[in-house]
């Protein structure tokens, strides 16, 4: 799939699944994709995600991201009742428990 602006996935994930602000969620995702951060990155980001030294990411509209094969392998058996489901915070959306 084409990388998405981190703006559009950061707005998305707010409105169906956390709506407490963007900021937590961009520096989640940021992490996801460096590579010092995790053992695996799990997202797969174009752009300035931040540097070892400490430089920081540039803001979500200028960066975008998609999932990496390792993040989609994770999730490839989630519809298989391997995981349980319950409503998020306003019942319009399921999501992993």
Not at 36 to 59: I, P, T
Not at 83 to 92: G, L, P
């Amino acid at each position: 799939k084409p990388h998405k602006k981190s703006a559009r996935i950061t707005g998305d994930v707010m409105g169906k699944y956390h709506p407490h602000g963007d900021f937590s969620i961009y520096e989640a995702m940021v992490r996801m994709a460096q590579w010092w951060s995790y053992r695996y990155m799990l997202v797969d980001g174009h752009g300035n995600f931040g540097s070892m030294d400490g430089d920081g990411a540039a803001a979500q509209r200028y960066t975008e991201a998609r999932m990496s094969k390792i993040a989609l392998e994770m999730l490839r058996d989630i519809n298989k009742n391997t995981v349980d489901f319950v409503d998020n915070y306003d019942a319009n959306e399921r999501e992993p428990l």
